[in-house]
């Protein structure tokens, strides 16, 4: 009887390590930009993105996260619709719960090449993120001087179909795989 425990025991530790709660928001993010070149305004520009903001939860507490942003553009020297997607691993996301029975929640995003926490104000159910919606911020400059974000908005809910028991790398492929059939481009 020992012995038929010991594997099992092995198997569950190792099952458990490769596998936690992940929650998949799906929604947008939107970025009004201004182009600068030499001091003048060359450009102004909107762009949308389909947004996967993907947590992986252990013990109720964000462990990992990552954001997947995918856009349409058109390339000016070709003028064909070209659609890319880009996995920010290096996306942060802190929350908090407050309100009556804990069902309102706070907190701020931090993106690849943005200087400022973007806040966000979301609702839970049994202590679970189900939404957000991002608070507008304005006049926060990446690293790049010659962009100038004038604004970034965004939202998301809960994506069922990505959410569950499962690794974070698994979703994230499954994220990928799903807008690589659609006809995006992994930009790096």
């Known amino acids: 009887m020992k012995r038929m425990m010991l594997p099992l025991v092995v198997f ?3 099952f458990s390590s490769a596998w936690a709660d992940v929650l998949t928001f799906q929604g947008s993010s ?11 305004t060359t450009s102004v520009a909107m762009t ?21 942003d995918a856009w349409a553009a058109r390339n ?3 003028g064909k619709i ?17 309100g009556q029975f804990g069902t309102d929640v706070g907190g701020g995003m931090q993106f690849t090449g943005v200087e400022a926490v973007i ?19 304005a006049d926060y400059l990446t690293n790049d001087r010659g962009l100038d974000i004038t604004e970034i908005s965004g ?11 499962y690794s974070l790398s698994t979703v994230v492929g499954a994220i990928r795989n799903l807008l690589e059939s659609r006809g995006y481009w992994e930009a790096r």
Do not use: H
Not at 30 to 40: A, C, D, N
């Open 30 to 40: 939107r970025w009004r930009s201004t182009l600068m070149q030499s001091g003048s």
């Open 155 to 165: 939202s998301g809910r809960l994506n069922r179909s990505f959410s569950g028991d």
């Open 82 to 98: 070209e659609r890319w997607y880009y996995i920010d691993e290096e996306f942060r996301l802190e929350f908090g719960y407050f």
């Open 48 to 68: 949308s993105y389909i947004t996967y903001t993907v947590l992986e939860r252990d013990q109720g507490n964000v462990v990992n996260q990552v954001k997947i």
């Open 119 to 137: 806040p966000f104000r979301g609702t839970s159910s049994a202590g679970v993120l189900t939404a957000f919606v991002q608070i507008p911020t």
């Open 12 to 14: 569950a530790c190792c």
């Open 76 to 78: 000016p020297l070709t």
